[in-house]
């Protein structure tokens, strides 16, 4: 059974909590990305997702079913194999940076291809599929992986077992991470998007790992 998540200030652990921010932002940029440079779809959003395969699915231009049920597809798949990471996770942090890690590896490899399929020309075009699907499943497995360690999942918003200021923290880094993911894929393109996004995660992982408190939570 899936813990529940524990009640979280921006106070306790602080490592814990800003490497969950970072998270959040991280998940708002690429949502945006995806959203701007991939066939209109989210990668961390189910729901929106849903909501766009009708929209393909009753004829609304604009919208392909494709694109929607390979994100779904890869999110599926990324928290399966959440399922299977989190067992070997002895502690919250620990599993939160291990999380953070395989995010920030899917999301670069993500960015290369995509750089690399504008240099053969392949983009647009259905090659946009291998990028989607490892954008999602990135979402999936971190998302997935930070409910299993019962840690508040935070995309966009907080659980009911956070406070209302982590709320709004979690909030305003989400949509400052949409703003900063839009801003980057509409001027450097989303590779380059991408590959920002995944550096960002890595380096917060990075340093969160060195910190002591990280393996209190």
Known sequence: ??????????????????????????????????LLGMERVLASNIAGNLVFAALAGA??????????????????AGAAAAERIS?????????????????SALLILAGFLVLGLERAGLLPGHAVLAVIALSAGAMGLRITLVRRLGLPDLPGTANAGTSGAMRLAALATFLGGAAAGAVLA????????????????????????????????
Do not use: K, W
């Open 59 to 76: 004829g609304v231009p604009g919208f392909a079913l494709l694109p929607c049920c390979t994100a779904l597809a890869a999110y599926a």
């Open 1 to 34: 059974m899936t813990p529940a998540p524990a009640p979280l200030s921006l106070r306790t652990p602080a490592p814990l909590v800003r490497l969950l921010l970072v998270l959040s932002a991280s998940a708002g940029m690429v949502d945006a990305v995806s």
């Open 186 to 217: 509409l001027h450097a393109g989303p590779g380059a998007a991408l590959l920002v996004t995944g550096a960002m995660v890595l380096g917060a992982a990075l340093v969160f790992a060195r910190n002591p408190q990280m393996s209190e939570g």
């Open 87 to 103: 067992a070997g996770a002895a502690r919250p942090g620990h599993g939160l940076v291990r999380a953070a890690a395989i995010e």
